[in-house]
């Protein structure tokens, strides 16, 4: 190695980085197909997995996301108290890391509103 180059160490995490939220994504999406098949063993598993693994990263706004996703698959799987509590959890964590005018808050307002209309329609 010559006396100009010096090892850069900096990309190992940024590459580690990379790997671990592309197997979040892998993780959260396999988990929504499992839900949306049915299979919600699977899906429980494979978002929890991916939660775990953004909270570990500190990455607020994923945790709110897959928050929201295993809302979702709560609401699917008819746990709707287990629903709303993920949804609450997303929204807090979205408006103050984020505020209230953004995408997500109006998507996680409108699964909670979901909740509540299909209680009043029973």
């Not at 190992?12 to 197909?33: A, C, D, E, F, Y």
Request: charged share 20%; net charge positive.
């Amino acid at each position: 190695m010559s006396d100009n180059k010096k090892p850069n160490h900096s990309k190992l995490p940024r590459q580690k980085l990379k790997l671990m939220l592309k197997l979040i994504g892998t993780l959260s999406r396999t988990g929504m197909v499992a839900g949306n098949n049915g299979d919600f063993d699977s899906a429980f598993h494979n978002c929890k997995q991916a939660l775990l693994l953004a909270m570990a990263l500190k990455k607020q706004c994923l945790v709110a996301k897959l928050l929201n996703n295993l809302g979702i698959l709560y609401y699917q799987s008819g746990a709707w108290d287990e629903a709303l509590l993920s949804y609450e959890k997303s929204m807090s964590i979205v408006i103050k890391n984020y505020g209230q005018h953004n995408f997500l808050y109006k998507t996680i307002q409108k699964n909670i509103t979901c909740i509540f209309s299909q209680h009043h329609d029973e």
